[in-house]
């Protein structure tokens, strides 16, 4: 309950987080080109209101990824619509993008490393490489 949308205390921990992350940006000064950094939260609540008209944990993934090179300002990723029927378990959000696989995509590109280097870091993940860099 008193989740809120722009004001409330989730939007609250939010606004933590990102003036967190804006410090630790100004603190890398130049370095920040050199800089990734991800946020990961399978973290989700449900969409239908329970009794106390607030909701309960669900599915849920996000990615968060900064950095000065980080082709951003796009929402990535395989996605779904809203609606009845995408909904897992009819009341969450189905989580559709392996963190092995966005991570594997991240790192090969960063560091360029090869599909068996990769396997080691993530075994029998494909990595998806979604064009952040």
Same mark, same amino acid.
């Not at 009794?51 to 996000?62: F, I, L, S, Y």
């Not at 995408?86 to 599909?115: C, E, T």
């Not at 396997?119 to 494909?126: E, H, I, K, L, S």
């Given at each position: 309950?008193?989740?809120?949308?722009?004001?409330?205390?989730?939007?609250?921990?939010?606004?933590?987080?990102?003036?967190?992350?804006?410090?630790?940006?100004?603190?890398?000064?130049?370095?920040?080109?050199?800089?990734?950094?991800?946020?990961?939260?399978?973290? +989700? #609540?449900?969409?239908?209101?329970?009794?106390?008209?607030?909701?309960?944990?669900?599915? /849920? *993934? @996000?990615?968060?990824? =900064? $950095?000065?090179?980080?082709?951003?300002?796009?929402?990535?990723?395989?996605?779904?619509?809203?609606?009845?029927?995408?909904?897992?378990?009819?009341?969450?959000?189905?989580?559709?993008?392996?963190?092995?696989?966005?991570?594997?995509?991240?790192? +090969? #590109?960063?560091?360029?490393?090869?599909?068996?280097?990769?396997?080691?870091?993530?075994? /029998? *993940? @494909?990595?998806?490489? =979604? $064009?952040?860099?």
């Amino acid at each position: 309950m008193g989740e809120g949308g722009g004001v409330g205390y989730l939007a609250s921990r939010f606004d933590e987080l990102g003036r967190a992350l804006l410090a630790f940006k100004d603190e890398m000064g130049t370095r920040w080109q050199d800089t990734a950094v991800v946020v990961i939260s399978e973290f +989700g #609540r449900t969409f239908r209101e329970n009794g106390n008209k607030g909701t309960d944990h669900g599915h /849920g *993934t @996000v990615y968060w990824v =900064l $950095g000065g090179k980080i082709n951003g300002g796009r929402i990535l990723g395989e996605q779904v619509g809203i609606n009845q029927a995408n909904l897992f378990q009819n009341r969450d959000f189905p989580v559709l993008n392996d963190y092995r696989s966005i991570l594997g995509g991240l790192l +090969g #590109r960063l560091y360029g490393l090869s599909a068996s280097q990769m396997d080691a870091v993530f075994p /029998g *993940t @494909v990595p998806v490489d =979604l $064009g952040l860099i």
